[in-house]
């Protein structure tokens, strides 16, 4: 069972769709399965993390900009792809140190998510896309 | 098929449980399939490492420790997410750069864990916890 | 059903083998279903990125270098770990830092790769190695 959510984005940050990933896996009539998500890009990725206080998405959203600053910052001089925008390697990289899949166990018919656990797209470019995440479950 | 792993944490570390998941795979009867450990907490985080010489375990949480300083630190002033203590929003950076799920082949009824290959429990916070580790094997 | 990729490598570099995995996937006959890859090593690792411009592979070798630099340089007198050499601890850091496994959903008996998704291995040891990545499709 199959499907693909889009996240609108506009700008580096946490987009939550942890609803929207409940309400798949509930519906799914899945007594004991496994759920993985898979991002279709090179410029984002996927991230579960706290959902309570909003502050850990500002601060998780900081660090990563500032343990990989964009092209324009001197720290960041020797990046040779740049011709997309000083953000594009930046990207790039934060999407290598974030997970590109995730697997979520589904037991008594319910995602085995954690009471803080929250599911979010983790934009990494400046300009607007949408993105596209494929919802895989197997029984 | 599926279990819970309990892990009790007292600090910052590495906790093997690389035998308990063995066993578990061993176990099952599944001749091919897959097993995937899911960890259900934003403060600590699962890791495949070497388990030959216990230098590796310190080196990690050191270098982990230092590439996310706790908010007490000069260089990590600018942290919001600070009211749960100094190591709480480091415990969710170090959870985001480290998996939440992780997913192992079994190939004629045992796992395909490599000869140095060990599963791991990485705890980020400073008090004790028991942490969760769900395990699902599909066929 | 399951295969095991070799893939050799000399030096810290990404070497791509998605015509293989792409290969594997297809020719599996499964409609929908999933892909896993696990690589059985503690010094290399997987990742998926852009495998359009090859400047997106060097800065992302010389991002980690950065990152994570060999124990010889003076940041990382630290380690304890340097037994087997200057890049051994640090190749178990990168190897944390990026995926040991990664799931890839197969839809319409195709992998779901996005237009510019490249699979790779990512070497983190100098010397030669012929690593093992084990792939895994559950229907």
């Not at 004991?32 to 090179?42: I, Q, Y």
């Not at 343990?67 to 740049?82: G, K, Q």
């Not at 470019?125 to 029984?139: E, G, K, M, N, P």
Request: charged share 20%; net charge negative.
């Amino acid at each position: 069972m199959q499907t693909i959510f889009h996240v609108n984005t506009n700008g580096p940050k946490l987009y939550e769709f942890t609803d929207d990933v409940v309400r798949f896996a509930n519906d799914a009539g899945v007594e004991t399965g496994l759920l993985t998500l898979f991002v279709r890009h090179t410029s984002c990725s996927l991230l579960i993390s706290e959902n309570a206080d909003p502050d850990v998405k500002l601060d998780m959203n900081n660090f990563f900009a500032r343990l990989v600053p964009d092209a324009d910052d001197a720290s960041m001089r020797w990046l040779r792809h740049t011709c997309e925008g000083p953000d594009d390697m930046p990207a790039h990289i934060k999407a290598a140190l974030t997970p590109v899949s995730i697997s979520i166990p589904i037991a008594n018919s319910r995602l085995v998510l954690g009471t803080w656990q929250g599911v979010y797209l983790f934009e990494h470019r400046t300009r607007s896309h949408q993105r596209q995440v494929v919802a895989h479950i197997s029984a």
